[in-house]
Structure formats: structure tokens, C-alpha cells
């Protein structure tokens, strides 16, 4: 079966796996989820980033990552790191790579330039690999509109919190209100530009409740998925951005009901209650895409 293309993949939850830790990719993989993200940044120790780029670039050539994404975080493109990252992995072919603490469009055009040239040199699909632009900084949350249109390659737009906080000098609390807006900018700046927007980490791996509720609010909010930065958090995650069974039955009906009441001429009508519309029926029509991008729809 052919891996399904940037547009079509879901993205509910993208699990951090140290890149310098081969047992721990393998780990993830085994677990099924749809992304694994190698990741050369912060997870890995400042003297281990040469080992950590051979063990991100091995196990892209090596190993068979099944239905999950492969995803490498590089260093910050402001960083001496990040071009030498790129060098390493980008000929394994990763299928996208996640830029950190992207601020400026000039970010992603840097990347994707680098990868233009990395692919020619390789023999590659131009544009094959893709790119996540990770939004975590008071400058990247001002100048949203123009990352969110910065690229073809870019495909979606990730929220980090717990940097976004520190840069804002902000006080980490339980309802996150403190990052509130930059939350929410980062998801409605994605969809307005067709792109995946992604939740950022919850850090209290002890706290399985809070994780759901925070998994639920993105859901809520319009996410498409969260980051994971413990294999623990994986189900809970999934659970809030997979569609349930009565879901997906209800989107159906009354998506047939509307279509019936198209039949006849109408536009607005009501439905158990409710004055169905447009806006309605896209929603309903997004769960069922959803649901098939999940794979618990044909």
C-alpha cells in the first residue's frame, strides 16, 4: 500500500524520539503512530548532535517505519547546526523535516532552498520532502500570516507553549491562558492557509487527565493533532483526534439529509432540532476526512 501523500496524512499524534537513541526509534515505530519525529534538537545533548544525525540518517535508510511518518526536527535555522543536519539527513529521505523556533518566512524559504539543492545533488523528487514549522517565539506568533504562506513544501504549522512562555517571560498555569493567543493564532493561521496545525506537548507525563482535557481543548480549538513527547501519551492523544463511531454516523446522516433537501430545493432546513446549513455540512464533511485520514473509515 502506497504511503498517503502530505495533504491526506494524519497527523493526530507526532511522537519526540531522541535521534541519538536507535532503541527508542525502533520503540516508537513499533507502536504504530502516525508520525515519529527524530528529533536533533533539544532532545539530544549538545556533544551527541554528530551521533544523533548518523542515527536519524540510519535509521531512514535502514528501517521500515510501517504507516508512521517520518519526520526529523533540525536544529534552529539560526543556529550553526542546522545546515550540517540537513546535510545528514535530508539524502535518507526523510518525509518531512520540523523547523524550530521558525520567526520569519525567511525560515522556511532557507530550508526549503537547502533541501532544492540537496535533492538535485541526490538525484531526488523535487520537493519531495516536506516541511512543519514549529511556532514558538512572540516574533513567530506576530508574523504568522507570512510562515503560513512562506512555501509549498510547508504542509503544517506546530504550536510550542513552553518556549512561546519563556520568551513572553509568561507564568507556566493549568488552564494556559498565558499562551492562549498564540494557540489559537497558530491553528486559525493554518487553516487559513490549507495547512495541518499541530498542539503543543503536554509535560506532565503523570497527569493523564490533564492530557486529555488539554488534547480535548485543541480538538476543540481546531487542531489537527498534538505532539508526544512520552509513548504513554499516545492513546489519550488519539483518542481526542480520532472521530467517534456515533460521529461519523451522524456526519453521514445528516449529510444525507442535506443532500435529500438539495434534491427537493432546499438550501436551509432543520434537522433533530437544529437549522442546518453550509458551515454544518463542512463540518460534518471534515469528520468523515478525518476519519478516513485515521484510517477507521474506507
Keep these: 500500500m502506497s504511503a498517503p501523500g502530505p495533504a491526506s496524512r494524519a497527523r493526530r499524534c507526532l511522537l519526540f524520539m531522541p535521534a541519538d537513541s536507535r532503541a527508542k526509534i525502533e520503540k516508537g515505530i513499533a507502536l504504530g503512530v502516525d508520525a515519529i519525529i527524530m528529533d536533533l534538537e533539544d532532545g539530544v545533548a549538545f556533544d551527541r548532535k554528530a551521533e544523533a544525525r548518523a542515527g536519524a540518517a540510519a535509521a531512514l535508510r535502514e528501517l521500515d ?47 526549503s532552498a537547502a533541501l532544492a539543492r540537496i535533492e538535485a545533488d541526490h538525484g531526488l523528487l523535487p520537493g519531495g520532502i516536506v516541511l512543519i514549522a514549529l511556532i514558538e517565539t512572540a516574533l513567530g506568533i506576530v508574523n504568522l500570516r507570512e510562515i503560513a504562506a512562506s512555501d509549498a513544501r510547508l504542509v503544517a504549522l506546530a504550536f510550542g507553549a513552553e518556549d512561546l512562555a519563556g520568551d513572553l517571560g509568561a507564568l507556566r498555569t493549568p488552564s494556559g491562558h498565558e499562551v492562549a493567543y498564540g494557540q489559537s493564532a497558530v491553528v486559525i493561521h493554518a487553516r487559513a492557509f490549507g495547512l495541518s496545525a499541530i498542539d503543543t506537548p503536554h509535560v506532565q507525563l503523570d497527569d493523564d487527565a490533564g492530557l486529555a482535557a488539554a488534547a480535548r481543548r485543541a480538538r476543540e480549538l481546531g487542531y489537527s493533532g498534538k505532539l508526544a513527547i512520552h509513548p504513554r501519551q499516545i492513546d489519550a492523544i488519539n483518542a481526542a483526534f480520532t472521530p467517534t463511531l456515533g460521529e461519523i454516523e451522524a456526519a453521514r446522516w445528516l449529510i444525507a439529509a442535506f443532500e435529500a433537501q438539495q434534491a427537493e430545493g432546499r438550501g436551509v432546513f432543520r434537522y433533530e432540532g437544529r437549522m442546518i446549513d453550509l458551515p454544518m455540512i463542512r463540518a460534518a464533511q471534515a469528520i468523515l476526512a478525518r476519519a478516513r485520514a485515521a484510517g477507521v473509515l474506507a
Excluded: H, T, W, Y
Excluded at 517520518?70 to 520540523?98: E, G, K
Excluded at 521558525?102 to 530550508?111: L, N, S, T, Y
Design 65 to 111: 517505519f510501517g504507516r508512521s511518518e517520518r519526520i526529523v526536527r533540525i536544529n534552529p535555522i539560526s543556529s550553526a547546526l542546522a545546515q550540517d543536519d540537513l546535510a545528514a539527513v535530508a539524502p535518507a529521505r526523510p518525509d518531512a523535516i520540523m523547523i524550530p523556533k521558525v520567526e520569519r518566512a525567511e525560515d522556511v524559504g532557507a530550508v
